[in-house]
């Protein structure tokens, strides 16, 4: 029987037609990065950066989640359940549309891109970790936006070309 060394295994997954070392799956598909050291976020799709948008992130850059997450629900007009504010109210602080993310094991419900009813906010560290963008720019991205599309939040001085490349998103 033939011991799988890690050089063997690495070995096999080189010559696999499998990704990670076969075609990526995130390659052209839609994908977002959000950059809290900038408060902006790019939209990438067709392997380039198609929009980059101002926001607003968390109060501190520890309420903001960082890491890879998926987006899991969306809903247009949100209820805001904290409050108990219909969706499309004008006191609304959620805005028009709600795109949820899987941050710290989450049900999409706690952790979002979303609109806002405060829009002098945008640019802004104010959220309680949610990021905020005015509604006409959440309301253009948000039928590009399928679910599962991957969400990478991160604190960069790098360009989001250069951040798409890391994450295999454009070539």
């Not at 950066?49 to 520890?62: E, L, Q, Y």
């Not at 936006?145 to 890391?166: C, H, M, Q, Y």
Request: glycine content about 8%; proline content about 7%.
């Amino acid at each position: 029987m033939i011991e799988m060394t890690p050089f063997i295994l690495a070995i096999i997954m080189f010559v696999s037609p499998i990704w990670p070392v076969g075609e990526n799956p995130t390659l052209n598909a839609p994908f977002v990065i959000v950059n809290k050291q900038t408060n902006q976020l790019a939209f990438v799709d067709e392997g380039e950066v198609k929009s980059i948008f101002p926001i607003a992130t968390g109060a501190t850059n520890d309420l903001t989640p960082t890491g890879m997450h998926s987006i899991i629900i969306k809903a247009v007009n949100p209820y805001y359940r904290k409050k108990n504010i219909q969706g499309g109210a004008p006191d609304n602080p959620l805005g028009s549309r709600w795109i949820g993310f899987d941050a710290k094991n989450s049900d999409g419900r706690m952790y979002g891109i979303h609109g806002t009813n405060r829009p002098e906010s945008i640019g802004q560290n104010v959220s309680a970790g949610c990021i905020r963008m005015l509604n006409e720019h959440v309301e253009e991205i948000y039928e590009k936006i399928p679910i599962g599309t991957k969400v990478w939040i991160l604190n960069s001085d790098e360009d989001f070309v250069t951040l798409a490349r890391k994450a295999g998103a454009i070539e």
